[in-house]
Nanobody
Framework: VHLVESGGGLVQPGGSLTLSCLAS????????MSWYRQAPGEERELVAS????????SYGDSVKGRFTVSRDDAKSVLYLQMNYLKPEDTAVYYC????????????WGQGTPVTVSS
């Protein structure tokens, strides 16, 4: 299983970024996919969770209305569109997969750093 994030970088407050997570090695279409983030000295927190197609999407309170998660099952890619970025959005963003096997198995990507600063 591989989860490879990309798209992070430095952006000014109020700017936008789009993160991507390219997945391989498992049945992407049948897996719940999520974005988490971890700021320095803080615990990892949920940003957005996207279950399989047709299910409800959930967002962390701090990003509602600004971030949008989406998935392309044909390409096995998870996206996170981030708008109106704030300095407090600065963190390492991780892709997460909950893969149904005999039990649910959890996988993490290596993370991509996002810095929001002027």
């Amino acid at each position: 299983v591989h989860l490879v994030e990309s798209g992070g970088g430095l952006v000014q407050p109020g700017g936008s970024l789009t993160l991507s997570c390219l997945a391989s090695g498992f049945n992407f279409e049948n897996s719940e996919m999520s974005w988490y983030r971890q700021a320095p000295g803080e615990e990892r927190e949920l940003v957005a969770s996207m279950p399989v197609a047709g299910s409800s999407i959930s967002y962390g309170d701090s990003v509602k209305g600004r971030f949008t998660v989406s998935r392309d099952d044909a390409k096995s890619v998870l996206y996170l569109q981030m708008n109106y970025l704030k300095p407090e959005d600065t963190a390492v963003y991780y892709c997460n997969a909950l893969v149904p096997r005999l039990a649910i198995v959890e996988y993490w990507g290596q993370g991509t750093p996002v810095t929001v600063s002027s």
